[in-house]
């Protein structure tokens, strides 16, 4: 399945619209593909931007992501969800709720930028509330200015040119970070880091995974932020940020997945129906699972995630995602000691991979590369050797910072045979595998 973003995106955005609720709705009655009459949409689409967007799947989708529920409308809630296309990629929604009105505002996009989509997501509601003409000029220029480089910016002028918004690009691979990543802060903020700990375990386990919250804000940002913590690695399998109302059937699904479920839609749905499923609830910092993948972790592993985290002055900037991809570092950052060298390609070695790395990490390791977002990792990077364009990014650098600091310490077993060498070979051509692969 490879990356979920798409790559050489043109435009900014894809669609702007404004939804209105439809009110009066008894949205328990049908889900998603029940039988019977059709369900009366959860809203209606009243004004939409540009007019020659045609994609009915997300046309028809919007109003129940726009509404997956009866809202607490006490303050402005912004909020993201995921559409997955026909080809497997993440197409992002970017919402938002004001009191004020009772209508909701979203973007859609192919970029999976939140903080900059968010801010635009303000600067376009304060436009259309107080001008307008300025409000469809700037949206069209928005549109029509394409897609900034890495690490560059675009910006747009407004009010006869008095005031602007400068749209900042993250740079490729770029890790978030305490307080600039929205997701980051409330995940922070809300859940504590033995759950945190939890979460993560129970996604190296491919577990069903639920997330719930009162609050959409809150609930998006958890669930993205520990998506992120997931890095180097991809999450294959089902996910949604906001489960609607009318999409509650896909927490029976037997496969792995990591859903978002607002607190009133999890309310409709029995533990029976639910099975063996990990429920973390952002309101309440409460997590429920019937399984202990805590502890199936190398016990190494959760030590320095506890230490680490537990150092709550040192946590600004990328810190915290640093814990948790050095957790990673430690448990697959020497898979480039399993590549093997054949005239036509480079290949993966299971059994050579296990017997490189440290007896106490071995049995976990062994499970691990049962696992789909392993298998993925391995083909992602056995392409980039194999395209012959070297490659570098966090994980890479991280990776060799590890490797020198064991060597430091005189650890006796062999770690990362010759990656320093590979990095800075890779290092030299990673901007044109940047352009071309990953945003």
């Known amino acids: 399945m490879g990356s979920r973003i798409k790559s050489d995106v043109k435009k900014l955005f894809e669609f702007w619209c404004e939804v209105k609720p439809t009110r009066g709705i008894d949205r328990g009655s049908v889900n998603r593909g029940g039988g019977g009459a059709a369900a009366t949409p959860a809203g209606v689409i009243i004004e939409s931007f540009p007019e020659g967007f045609r994609d009915k799947e997300v046309l028809n989708g919007i109003p129940s992501f726009a509404f997956p529920c009866d809202l607490i409308r006490g303050s402005v809630q912004s909020y993201s969800f995921v559409h997955t296309t026909a080809d497997s990629k993440w197409r992002f929604g970017f919402c938002r709720h004001d009191p004020k009105t009772e209508t909701a505002m979203v973007l859609i996009t192919y970029l999976p930028w ?186 190494e592993i959760v030590s320095q995630l506890k230490k680490y985290l537990s150092h709550t002055q040192d946590h600004i900037g990328d810190r915290v995602s640093k814990i948790f991809l050095g957790a990673l570092v430690q448990l697959i950052g020497g898979y480039r000691d399993a590549v093997e060298f054949h005239d036509t390609c480079k290949t993966f070695n299971r059994e050579k991979f296990i017997e490189s790395r440290p007896a106490h990490l071995r049995p976990f390791l062994t499970k691990m590369m049962e696992l789909q977002i392993f298998a993925q990792f391995i083909d992602d990077r056995l392409k980039m050797l194999n395209s012959g364009l070297g490659f570098s990014d966090e994980f890479e650098r991280e990776t060799v910072r590890y490797a020198e600091k064991m060597k430091k310490r005189g650890r006796n077993y062999v770690f990362l045979k010759h990656v320093k060498d590979k990095y800075y070979l890779g290092k030299r051509s990673v901007s044109r595998v940047f352009t071309k692969s990953k945003f």
């Open 114 to 299: 939140h903080d900059p989509f968010l801010k635009l997501l303000t600067v376009l509601a304060d436009l259309k509330r107080t001008d307008l003409n300025e409000f469809r000029t700037f949206l069209s220029e928005a549109y029509n200015r394409g897609v900034p480089d890495a690490g560059g910016n675009l910006t747009v002028f407004y009010n006869s040119g008095q005031s602007h918004f400068t749209f900042e690009r993250p740079l490729p691979f770029q890790l978030p970070s305490i307080p600039e990543n929205h997701n980051l802060n409330l995940y922070y903020n809300f859940v504590d880091p033995k759950e945190m700990i939890s979460v993560f375990a129970a996604m190296l386990a491919e577990r069903r995974i639920i997330f719930t919250s009162s609050h959409l804000d809150r609930l998006s940002s958890c669930i993205q932020a520990a998506n992120a913590f997931l890095y180097p690695m991809v999450w294959q399998h089902i996910f949604i940020p906001v489960l609607p109302w009318e999409f509650k059937d896909y927490l029976g699904a037997p496969m792995p997945y990591l859903i978002g479920v607002p607190k009133p839609v999890l309310e409709t749905v029995s533990a029976d129906e639910l099975g063996e499923v990990v429920i973390l609830n952002c309101d309440t910092n409460l997590l429920e699972s019937p399984f202990d993948d805590v502890r199936a972790l190398p016990a």
